[in-house]
Structure formats: C-alpha cells, structure tokens
C-alpha cells in the first residue's frame, strides 16, 4: 500500500508540474464573463416530423423543458422516478408496456438532462410509421400515471439499487473520474456528488417522487419530433 501511495503521489506531482508550466501564468482580468443560459420559459404542445427517404422506422424524441435546476433538491426524486419510467434498461415502464407488451417500439428511453439553469426530460424511441401516435399517447398515459399512483415498494427498491449500483460504475476508470469531476465543476456541484446523490436514493420514498412528478412534469406538453416516414 504504501508503495501504491506513492506512485499516486508521484503522478499527481508530475501532472501537477505539467499543468502550472504552461497555465501558471495565466491571470484573470475583468468581471467575471456570465455565461449561463437564461432560464426557459415552459414549452406548449407541437409536433414536427422531419422527412428522411433512407429510414423504414421513424426514430421518434417527445420533449418538454423544465425550470428545474441541477441543483434543485427535487432533482434526485425526478431521476429516481425516470428510473422506474424508462432509465433503467429493459426492467422499465415503458420498455415492458411499450415494447415487450404492446410490440409498439423497437426501443424506447427515458432521459432527465438538468443544467445549472435549465432542463429537459425526453423520451426517445422507435417505431415503424403506424406505431408512432399510438406509443406518444402511451408515454403520455404512463408519465400521467406517474404523477397520480405512488409506486410500488418494491419497483421502488428495485430501481434504488439499479442507481446505487451505477455510482461506482461511472468511475470505473480515469476517464470517467475525470469527466465526473469536471461535470461537477460546471454544474456547481460538490466534488463528493455521487455519494450525496446515494444519501438521496436511499432516503427517497414514493411519495416525494410521485410529488415532483406532479411538479415538474407536463404530459400534455410534450413536442414530438420524428425522423423517419410519415407518422401515422
């Protein structure tokens, strides 16, 4: 162990010297720049369907953008919640009912993209032409449900786990512990966010995800944006 210790120490020391012998002499002047964006204001409904002669299947994205912030403590409900929706592979809502039930979907996601100012929730999925209406009316009917049934105890435990298990997964290499602590750099995050966010998980009960589901979510709203052959 200690030799371990000191190989890291050595590289950490070498990096170190690297960095400062081409930035160290950088210095800042001015009024620091803001370069933010500004909160979005709610979407409404809409539809667009972008033609494209060489695909069979439309690959179909429902949108809507949110004024919640990465830093919102509601943030964590909402990814727990996406979770039992459509973030956990093929164990999700709308992978069993969408596409092993229904055949509806080839496949299908659910993604929660937060920013420091910003967010926006989709679902992308695909679909042969004569499928896409019909699974927009199903995704909207399961985050509907999401908002007015709490979950089950045990979808809920089930999905915890699957997050949980993710966490040290993301770092499992330099790359990703880099990128992670850079991600949390722009965002304003704490360096220790994963084990915050696994405080969270653990924490959570239905109910605080059934509320921000309330809160946050607009299955009315939701702009479908298609690729592909003509909707139907």
Not at 5 to 34: D, M, N, Q, T
Not at 95 to 100: C, E, G, M, Q
């Amino acid at each position: 162990m200690p030799d371990r210790c000191h190989g890291a120490a050595s590289i950490l020391g070498a990096a170190r010297a690297v960095v400062e012998k081409y930035f160290g002499g950088w210095v800042a002047a001015g009024a620091r720049p803001v370069i933010d964006l500004p909160p979005a204001p709610p979407n409404g409904p809409g539809t667009v369907a972008v033609p494209d002669a060489s695909r069979v299947q439309d690959r179909v994205v429902l949108a809507q953008n949110l004024a919640l912030k990465r830093s919102d403590p509601d943030y964590y409900p909402l990814a727990l919640g996406n979770a039992v929706l459509g973030g956990s592979f093929y164990s999700t809502r709308l992978s069993i009912d969408l596409r092993k039930s229904s055949g509806l979907v080839y496949s299908v996601a659910s993604i929660l993209q937060a920013g420091r100012t910003r967010s926006v929730y989709l679902v992308e999925y695909a679909s042969d032409p004569q499928n896409v209406v019909k699974a927009a009316n199903m995704v909207t009917r399961e985050v509907t449900t999401m908002q007015s049934t709490a979950v089950g105890s045990d979808e809920l435990t089930r999905v915890k786990a699957y997050l949980l298990r993710q966490i040290p997964l993301s770092e499992a290499g330099l790359d990703e512990i880099a990128r992670g602590l850079l991600g949390r750099t722009e965002l304003g995050l704490a360096l220790d966010e994963p084990t915050n966010a696994a405080r969270h998980y653990i924490e959570l009960d239905a109910t605080a995800v059934q509320d921000a589901f309330r809160k946050w979510l607009r299955p009315q709203d939701l702009v479908r944006v298609s690729e592909g052959p003509s909707p139907q």
